[in-house]
């Protein structure tokens, strides 16, 4: 019995054999001359076999056309356009082509980190790219883009109307929103979706970290064009992050990466009980910590990391920073009750 071809080699088998036919290739020839559709059983089999290796060969970015006889229209074939599928003439120098392999794994989210691997593949290919290992013990550290990214990468792409839960910045209240996406933009190490507000009949910025729960699609595609003259900086800077300077009250030895962006001259015992304008500070809970004042550019981001240090940091001020990162804590609290019931 014939050993079973497989798939991986029957797809490169596939591309070679399209890609050098001197004109073109019919179905009967392709399953006669390419390794692996002789384990069709039936037309059926092979017709499903090779509709489903081309379709997924296309999604690999090969490009494959199909030609129609000059005489007979009836004659049709399969072969590759070598025209778009060869790499054009590329030149970078060492240090370009270092920056583009390490740029690539910047990525950790599938949706954008698969099209950043293949083209250092093909870089690496062509032999413009070092190898993997060029740059060991360096990595790079950038959170990906929200949950709600690749939902929206869609509807813009299909021009389609989206509906969304959205947590306001001036006022912490949740509001259903309907959206006509035009695009996404990263600003201040944040990610922006700027449309037209349906319900408010008027452009706005969305940032993605406020958007809660699942992003939905509700209109129908191609329902709206996205304007050319859409003033993006100005819709931005309204749903720019709230910035400011934290006062943290940190246990000896923790928290290491807020004490390397602390204030200079800002460290240092605080008195016991002293009151300040966020309200009076707990003379028990400061007694055997530091107080640092630390800035940050996203407010939002910011609970988040302090949130993570647990009882090992207690923010004193602002005010809307503490009440921030006691929801979180209280939301993981929440959880881990449910949790524990199940």
Known sequence: MAQRVEAAERLLDLVIAL????????????????????????DEAFERMFERDKDLLR?????????????????????????????????FTPEEAG?????????????????????????????????????????LRVRGPEAAFAPLLEAID??????????????GETARRTVQPWRILSRDRGWYLV???VDRAAPRAFRLSRITGRVRATGAPGAFTVPADTDVESLLERARPRSGTARLAVLPDRAAALRTRALPGAAGADPAGKSSAD?????????????????????EAFSEE???YAEAVLVLAPAELRAAVLGRLRAVAALDEVTARG
């Open 306 to 308: 302090v949130a993570t």
């Open 19 to 42: 890609t050098h036919t001197p004109r073109w290739m019919s179905k009967r020839q392709i399953r006669e001359r390419v390794n692996g559709y002789a384990d069709a059983v039936s």
């Open 279 to 299: 309200g009076p500070r707990p003379a028990a809970a400061l007694t055997d910590r530091d107080v640092i004042e630390v800035p940050y550019a996203d407010l």
């Open 195 to 197: 449309g037209l507000d």
């Open 99 to 139: 920056v583009l392999s390490l740029a690539a794994e910047l990525w950790q989210d599938a949706s954008l980190r698969a099209f950043a691997s293949r083209g250092v593949t093909k870089l690496r290919a062509v032999g413009l790219a070092p190898d993997p290992g060029a740059h060991a013990g360096l990595a």
């Open 59 to 91: 999604e690999m970015g090969v490009p494959i056309v199909v030609e129609h006889g000059v005489v007979h229209e009836d004659d049709v074939g399969y072969r590759v356009d070598t025209a778009g599928y060869t790499l054009p003439p590329v030149a």
């Open 158 to 171: 299909a021009r389609q109307a989206v509906t969304f839960t959205y947590r306001a910045a001036s006022t």
